[in-house]
């Protein structure tokens, strides 16, 4: 019941929705749902962490100019052409989603966006849309691309090559699948501009102006220098994780806090603390609280014996897993999900004599593909639409729903193909 009322406060925005997470968590509380503990204990604290580290980290790390030099450089390589400009950024987020997680992604790339398009006077929102989808489906690719695969591969040993072999068809295939789809929907908004002469002359004057305002700021290289650095030691930190032996957040921390200090000189630290979106972190700790209240009622647990004792048919327990994490990833955090079925699995797979590897990978494509289709869906969705809204861009919870959903279902049905060819 609260969590239904939290969730179309959300969706109708009559509040803003780190208000209503919070005021949702709290009662959780009042009403005995979950003790004071067990609401501290249910936030999960390294996500909160590892959001802040990043996002104080491409915060200082763009105060040298280096995303403006990017942003500058892909106006280039564009021309001003909308289409473009569409293939370029989402094929970057969905790559750079697949080697750094998605949510870091999002914090690099949808500010450079905007500045880009608006200031060329088109409307970034079908961009945005695209990076935010693209951010989850280039990051369902590798084992630390999306939290639930992280999960996934520390209960089955699963390798980060593992996780390319089996998912790069079905993700390669999302991501025609939702090219296609983009272009269609909003071809009146991203097509060539080749042949309007004014429309052209207007956007090499606008990617001038872009780059003469580059020009004209002060750049310090060694500033530069740094920032390229330590973002690279964090990726290859990142990377080498199980041998450094560090959670992410802690390493992102470090990179956060030695790049802090190399800089201090160039850097206004006050200012970098007030750039983080204190109210995207506010809203998951309200979430964290609702989904654990959730899952002590014992739905989802529920769900997952559902999912158990429905079939012996390999293919029908993958599409089950698949559809039921997507439908779930939807409306709810889907690290709990995921936790939960993890047990689930490991049992069926006692019951079968054959390979049931699958029902692993039904589950990454499900929770990790299945919360494109609303903004609670996951992490890098709300980080995308704070950073826009800071921008100026504005996009509701139906406005995006409007387009995603509809995407979403097209998505899993093309991960169910895959799935009955591979059992």
């Not at 009559?14 to 009403?31: E, H, N, Q, R």
Request: charged share 10%; proline share 3%; with cysteine.
């Amino acid at each position: 019941m609260i969590f239904g009322l939290s969730f179309l406060f959300i969706i109708f925005e009559w509040y803003d929705k780190s208000v209503v997470a919070l005021a949702g968590a709290l009662l959780m509380i009042f009403f005995g749902v979950l003790t004071p503990e067990e609401a501290y204990f249910a936030v999960e604290y390294e996500t909160i962490l590892l959001l802040m580290a990043m996002m104080l980290l491409v915060n200082i790390s763009s105060q040298s100019g280096i995303f403006n030099w990017l942003s500058t450089k892909i106006a280039a390589i564009t021309k001003g052409n909308p289409l473009k400009i569409f293939i370029l950024f989402s094929l970057t987020t969905a790559v750079l989603s697949a080697f750094l997680d998605n949510v870091t992604t999002v914090i690099l790339i949808i500010p450079i966006t905007i500045q880009l398009v608006k200031g060329m006077g088109k409307d970034p929102k079908p961009i945005v849309f695209a990076e935010i989808i693209f951010s989850n489906i280039g990051g369902a690719l590798t084992l630390i691309g999306d939290p639930p695969n992280i999960i996934i591969g520390g209960a089955t040993g699963f390798s980060f090559l593992d996780f390319i072999l089996n998912l790069w068809i079905p993700i390669l295939m999302s991501t025609i699948f939702a090219m296609i789809v983009f272009c269609i929907t909003y071809w009146k908004k991203i097509k060539p501009i080749t042949n309007d002469l004014v429309k052209l002359q207007i956007a090499n004057i606008l990617i001038k102006k872009i780059q003469y305002s580059f020009i004209k700021k002060t750049m310090h290289i060694d500033f530069i220098i740094k920032s390229i650095a330590i973002l690279l030691l964090t990726v290859i930190c990142f990377f080498m994780q199980e041998q450094i032996g560090l959670p992410t957040y802690l390493i992102a921390f470090g990179s956060t806090i030695l790049l802090a200090i190399l800089t201090s000189n160039r850097i206004e630290i006050h200012k970098s603390f007030e750039a983080v979106e204190w109210t995207t972190l506010f809203f998951f700790a309200g979430l964290f609280i609702m989904v654990a209240g959730i899952e002590k009622t014992g739905i989802l647990e529920q769900v997952s014996h559902f999912i158990a004792n429905s079939t012996s048919n390999i293919f029908y327990l993958s599409l089950l897993i698949l559809w039921i994490s997507g439908f779930v990833s939807m409306i709810l955090d889907n690290i709990p999900f995921v936790t939960i079925m993890i047990p689930v699995i490991l049992g069926i797979q006692t019951q079968f004599a054959i390979d049931t590897s699958i029902l692993w990978w039904s589950l990454s494509l499900g929770a990790c593909l299945g919360g494109n289709a609303t903004l609670v869906g996951a992490s890098a969705n709300l980080v995308s639409v704070d950073i826009a809204k800071k921008n100026g861009v504005k996009i509701t919870f139906l406005e995006y729903m409007k387009f995603s959903f509809p995407l979403t279902i097209g998505v899993l049905i093309l991960c169910s193909g895959y799935l009955f060819f591979v059992t």
